[in-house]
């Protein structure tokens, strides 16, 4: 099996958010795609299979964490897309058949590449008891985000904040099914971004994030209500970091962003 390592949302090596990519003629049984996950160990590895012409997607695609399949996951799916584009395995938009529907990535002038996703559904909850002691900062706002995410999204005071969080991670696992979003209105929009954002999912074998496209499913539509525009950048801010375009459609989120391959070798398990 081929194996390419692919910083996502970046257009330089070593930032981003790493993902494996695999180019597979089908699926092996799940312990096997779970096994090799567990061996890449980045937050996702993502494992793709062509499917017969005429259908309603082009390739098949799955994700695992070093634990788990996941339901959706955004940084994995541009790194495929960028894998089949830079090795003509395909030609301009490409749709995957993903257990969150069919998603498709289309390639731009500018080497980005654009993702069209759900928009998660967000309704607002209580704090929970702990979550702020479990963070180490004070809730403003406490959104649910849906199914497809899992995530409990909880607004703080400012970017600040939400780059010095230090959370007790075992705390933070019991109060949502993946994880935590905490996020912040950017201190300074002339930056070029404006919110910030950090990513702990504990129960999926993954502390912090990187660079969570999925995540910003959650942000475009909970920012774009805010600061009254369609079109935002968020940065996430971890010691990787990257920097997601979104652009609110109503019930889908475009995602936009480079990616960067930085290892292309070979399984030989």
Not at 125 to 142: D, M
Not at 185 to 207: L, M, T
Not at 220 to 229: D, K, M, N, V
Not at 238 to 251: C, F, K, M, P, W
């Amino acid at each position: 099996m081929r194996i390419r390592i692919v910083d996502a949302f970046t257009d330089r090596p070593f930032a981003g958010n790493p993902a494996g990519v695999l180019l597979l003629d089908a699926f092996p049984d799940d312990d096997r795609l779970q096994r090799i996950a567990l061996e890449v160990n980045h937050s996702e590895t993502a494992f793709a299979h062509r499917l017969p012409a005429g259908g309603e997607a082009d390739w098949a695609l799955r994700w695992f964490t070093p634990a788990t399949e996941v339901a959706m996951c955004g940084h994995a799916t541009l790194a495929t897309a960028h894998v089949l584009h830079t090795t003509g395995a395909h030609e301009g938009p490409v749709r995957f058949a993903t257990r969150s529907g069919v998603l498709t990535a289309t390639p731009r002038e500018d080497g980005s590449i654009t993702l069209d996703f759900p928009t998660a559904p967000l309704t607002p909850v209580a704090s929970p008891a702990g979550v702020a002691e479990a963070l180490g900062a004070e809730p403003r706002t406490v959104l649910d985000t849906g199914p497809n995410i899992g995530d409990l999204l909880v607004e703080v005071a400012d970017e600040e904040t939400v780059r010095t969080l230090a959370p007790d991670l075992v705390a933070l696992a019991s109060h949502s099914e993946r994880g935590v979003i905490a996020t912040a209105r950017a201190e300074d929009p002339a930056r070029g971004y404006d919110y910030v954002s950090r990513c702990f999912f504990p129960n999926v074998g993954i502390d912090e994030d990187p660079v969570t496209g999925s995540a910003h499913t959650a942000l475009a539509p909970f920012w774009s209500e805010r600061l009254g525009r369609s079109d935002l950048t968020g940065l996430q801010a971890s010691s990787r970091a990257g920097r997601v375009r979104t652009e609110l459609r109503g019930e889908r989120t475009l995602l936009s962003g480079h990616a960067v391959t930085v290892i292309d070798g070979e399984l030989l398990a």
